[in-house]
């Protein structure tokens, strides 16, 4: 965020507690003790306000973008062999993209704020960009939900490496972050309901793999998927003579269905075509891409930049209260698929852009945030 821009979002989001207090304060005057009431309360709004303003101002402009720089600069990361540098890389991937939000997330929420024409819609905004500070500033998670830990695992071809044993890695890495940080536990059993308080249990996390041509090193994308998102996941298997416009049409379906659930503005994912399960993955691979990138195919580029506006326009808004910013951005991962089929999935990322990526090596040097 510029300092211009947190001017103007402070200039936003304490009018709306200042309007609250004077509101109560005027309410609690109709009897004495709800005026007691509403005093105790004015005063507790205005301790928060103060609280804010702390935060906001406590540091310079520059202080503050130097330290979340620093933050989102690659680290070492030192474990003991390739297997012990995954699941410190691990521990540290799933705490980092639960505190530090991407970069290109940052960007493209301080450009939703800047394009808002609803005054609500940008106070929540303002609201949204003033949680993120504070994340920076204590060092806290951005949101309560922990979600559901998933790793994008790319392996460098020229790398040999005992899958299993990574996937062990990763799965020890996930329990220490939950117990050493320590982490809510987000994760239980679907019948029971049984929660380990690990975050982890029977196929979780999830882990994809993918491969690298020529690599000497392995990827690691963290994605720990909250729950109000998630339950946003649709699938849908249209017929060639469905069209594109039946693509268009289901995707605008979706983002209507989800409303606020999935804490908008969003990145709505989309995969087309490939098998049913294929296509729910690439949804997922697009949901987490980079604000700003393409598909390499002009056909679904194309569509990505046809729909965000066609999103926008549904007036869904900020947490759904109406306005200009239901979605960042459309990313469409496609694969090809039968003659008879064209699949469509939808896989909502919430305002969050929950993710962080690392890369380690055979030596077992690591670098977080590359
Ligand atoms: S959808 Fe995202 S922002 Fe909303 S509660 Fe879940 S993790 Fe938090």
């Avoid at 049913?276 to 980079?290: G, Q, S, T």
């Amino acid at each position: 965020m510029t300092a211009a821009r947190r001017a103007a979002v402070r200039r936003d989001v304490p009018s709306a507690g200042r309007t609250a207090a004077k509101g109560r304060t005027a309410e609690g005057g109709r009897a004495e003790k709800a005026s007691a009431n509403g005093r105790a309360r004015g005063t507790a709004a205005r301790k928060r306000m103060t609280t804010d303003r702390r935060v906001t101002t406590g540091k310079g402009a520059a202080t503050r973008m130097r330290e979340a720089q620093a933050r989102r600069t690659a680290v070492a990361v030192a474990g003991s062999g390739f297997y012990g540098a995954v699941e410190e890389t691990a521990k540290a991937l799933y705490i980092r993209a639960l505190k530090d939000v991407p970069p290109d997330v940052r960007a493209a929420l301080d450009k939703a704020y800047a394009e808002e024409r609803h005054q609500v819609a940008r106070q929540i905004l303002g609201i949204v960009m003033r949680t993120v500070e504070i994340a920076d500033e204590r060092r806290t998670l951005v949101c309560q939900d922990t979600g559901t830990p998933i790793y994008w695992v790319s392996l460098g071809t020229r790398l040999h490496v005992d899958g299993a044993r990574l996937a062990d890695a990763l799965r020890r890495g996930t329990e220490r972050a939950t117990r050493e940080h320590p982490l809510r536990s987000s994760v239980c059993h679907p019948i029971t309901r049984e929660n380990p308080q690990t975050n982890t249990g029977f196929r979780i996390p999830v882990i994809h793999w993918e491969f690298l041509p020529d690599a000497d090193h392995v990827e690691l994308l963290c994605i720990p998927k909250g729950s109000g998102s998630e339950n946003m996941t649709f699938l849908k298997m249209l017929t060639p003579a469905d069209g594109v416009a039946g693509i268009k049409r289901f995707i605008l379906e979706c983002v209507v269905e989800a409303g606020a659930n999935p804490c908008p503005p969003c990145i709505v994912g989309v995969g087309i075509g490939g098998s049913a399960d294929a296509c729910m993955v690439l949804a997922k691979k697009a949901a987490v891409r980079p604000i700003g990138t393409r598909n390499p195919d002009p056909h679904l580029a194309a569509m990505e930049e046809e729909l965000l506006p066609a999103i926008n326009a549904l007036g869904i808004g900020p947490q759904g209260i109406g306005g200009d910013s239901t979605a960042l951005a459309v990313h469409i991962e496609h694969a090809y698929t039968h003659i008879t089929q064209n699949p469509v999935a939808v896989n909502m990322q919430c305002w969050r852009g929950l993710r962080a990526h690392a890369r380690v090596y055979a030596d077992g040097r690591a670098e977080i945030g590359v």
